[in-house]
């Protein structure tokens, strides 16, 4: 087997967080979430360009998983990254995450997930394992705006693009 020059691993990440991009895109564009669609968006805390107070960081230091449903504000997407408001505790906070930064979208409305294997290392050119798969009814308890510290998903069939990659 030859060596993949092209890098389909890469070029499909950009893909996959190219949904999510677009999502958010549209959502920004009508300030509200359609239906009853919300997602639960996990990233790492500590990866480069993320910008979140040091209250959040101090409580998350590895990852965190917001709550995009009702109450957001001030969300702006950009080619790299998006901005976002939220409320925690009653606090109004504002967070920058990168795209690369993301671990895992979910909207339980639809059972739609992307999963990224993706470390704080990844920035310094280390790829990642993507895994995308839809997941059960059973919709994780949490509200508006809530971090938690485990990814929000349920179970389900896993379909790894690892097993499409060619292994040098």
């Known amino acids: 087997m030859g060596q993949d020059h092209i890098r389909y691993d ?46 959040l960081k101090s409580k998350y230091p590895e990852q965190m998983t917001i709550v995009v449903q ?46 990224f294997d993706v470390s704080v290392a990844e920035d310094a050119g280390e790829s990642a394992e993507i895994t995308a798969y839809p997941v059960s009814t059973d919709e994780p308890k949490t509200t508006e705006g809530e971090a938690k510290g485990d990814d929000a998903k349920a179970g389900g069939s896993v379909v790894s693009l690892d097993a499409f990659r060619k292994k040098n």
């Open 70 to 115: 009702h109450q957001f504000w001030d969300l702006k997407v950009h080619e790299a990254y998006f901005e976002i408001g939220l409320s925690f505790s009653d606090k109004p906070e504002k967070l920058t995450i990168p795209f690369a930064a993301v671990r895992g979208f979910y909207d339980p409305s639809v059972n739609f997930e992307l999963e």
């Open 10 to 55: 890469i070029l499909a990440q950009d893909a996959l967080r190219g949904v999510i991009r677009k999502v958010l895109s549209e959502v920004s564009a009508t300030g509200s979430l359609p239906g009853d669609h919300h997602f639960f968006i996990t990233f790492l805390t500590q990866a480069s360009g993320v910008r979140l107070s040091q209250h």
